[in-house]
């Protein structure tokens, strides 16, 4: 009988407890699972990864002392880009998603996933490279990853006007809607019109869908 490959994995998450309780889950999840290490921010990532036995996928945290997920995954993705980040967080915000994504995570959960979302999350990001949930579909990241640029046929039916794309560049920034709304010198409910509009014209569901629409289809500035 064939043994399944293991899987290497690390921590990093300034909660001990939560971390503990993490591997628990994992340990359920599947016996192919191995922790490597466990990390309480991306200094001591730095300390502890050895980069002749690097984790396959490292879970993450956001908000963390001295190192923060944000400068973490930066960091790898300069040292070690070929690691697989899932964020494990309690931090759900849209601007802090889109921040991540754009960073290159390839799943994000929350901190209270159940043991069957967390295998399935494990399971996608080490076979296929993503996981997301409806909140972020798959396949729109999947061609945003692949570098997949060809432009949706739903804008040639309904093209973006000169406002829409002035609140979709906006969108991809980490202004909250009210924001958008002062920097446009317009309402918060015209704001909310252009935003169902989008929502409409490109057959998405959130403002992560209008950010991954924006990237795949090089539609705004990515320097932040």
Known sequence: MLTQPTVNLAL????????????????????????????????????????KKLPDIILMDVNMPKMD?????????????????????????????VRMLKLGVKGYLCKDVEPKELGEALEAVNNKGYYYTDFITGKLVHSLQNGNAEKQKELEINPINNQEKQFLELACSELTYAEIADKMCLSPKTIDGYRNSLFEKLKVKSRVGLVLFAIKNRMVNWDF
């Open 12 to 51: 990093v998450d300034d909660h001990k407890l939560f971390r503990k309780g993490l591997i628990s889950l994992i340990e359920l999840v599947s016996t192919k699972y191995h922790i490597l290490f466990e990390a309480d921010n991306g200094i001591d990532l730095q300390q502890k990864i050895d980069p």
């Open 69 to 97: 997920g944000f400068a973490s995954v930066e960091w790898l993705t300069e040292k070690y880009p070929s690691i697989k980040v899932l964020v494990v967080s309690m931090v759900e915000k849209e601007e802090t998603i």
